[in-house]
């Protein structure tokens, strides 16, 4: 069973237009996150949730949105495209905020090209 | 400049050999250190954590080691396989605070 998985794993469309990533975690955690990984293969955090709360919104374009439905599931929104958007973004959730027994759990990725 | 240094950037090493990685960090209050590993085209996966308190700790064939004093972390594989090629990332986390801090990584290749 997959503990993190998010749809789609490859992405590609032209600027200006709007996708969405899925993400569903089944490990019972409370806390999710979305990471964007640039080609340098630095990780950095896009945003948190805990039970479905906003808790991290780090410097990001608005023109990015988090939605979680429930402590399951978080989905990102992203609306008019830019080139600068192509990175891989992953999806991550952890048993809470910061502990030590917390480790992320990461999806594998979704690879979104813009072109 | 970022509060995680990791080095080398990449390395390649023959199968059996050993290698270390380095993590220096920054970042303060600390609270913990974990190290990832990464296979291409997948998430990270976590293999160690050390707190303050700890300065070794060992998965298998992976060993982390941990200077709270002069705020370095040490990654080494033993024996390496083909399959220890990845990206190996450093991420410390801070008291009192939900951000953690993440290093570049150090991509290892192990060739026949």
């Known amino acids: 069973d997959t503990a993190v998985s998010q749809t789609p794993k490859y992405l590609v469309t032209q600027m200006g237009n709007d996708k969405s990533i899925k993400c569903e975690q089944n490990?019972?955690?409370?806390?999710m996150y979305w990471y964007k990984q640039d080609s340098k293969k630095f990780l950095k955090i896009m945003f948190s949730y805990n039970n479905k709360e906003l808790i991290i919104n780090e410097t990001v374009p608005n023109r990015f949105s988090p939605k979680s439905p429930d402590k399951a599931h978080l989905n990102l929104h992203i609306n008019s495209l830019e080139l600068g958007d192509s990175a891989v973004y992953f999806c991550?959730?952890?048993?809470?905020?910061?502990?030590?027994?917390?480790?992320?759990?990461f999806g594998n990725g979704t690879r979104l090209t813009v072109t | 400049k970022n509060q995680v240094e990791q080095s080398p950037q990449s390395l390649i090493i023959l199968e059996g050999k050993n290698c270390t990685l380095q993590?220096?960090?920054?970042?303060?209050?600390?609270?913990?250190l974990r190290w990832y590993k990464q296979d291409t085209g997948r998430g990270p996966v976590s293999l160690t954590i050390?707190?303050?308190?700890?300065n070794t700790k060992s998965n298998g064939r992976y060993t982390a080691t941990l200077d709270a004093d002069t705020k370095q972390s040490s990654l080494h594989i033993t024996a390496s396989q083909l399959s220890d090629s990845a990206s190996y990332i450093c991420v410390v986390s801070v008291s009192n605070d939900y951000k953690l801090s993440f290093g570049a990584g150090t991509t290892v290749t192990v060739r026949a």
């Open positions: 490990l019972g955690h409370d806390t």
């Open positions: 993590c220096n960090y920054t970042v303060s209050p600390f609270s913990n």
């Open positions: 991550a959730s952890s048993q809470d905020l910061q502990s030590y027994n917390s480790p992320l759990h």
């Open positions: 050390m707190t303050f308190s700890e």
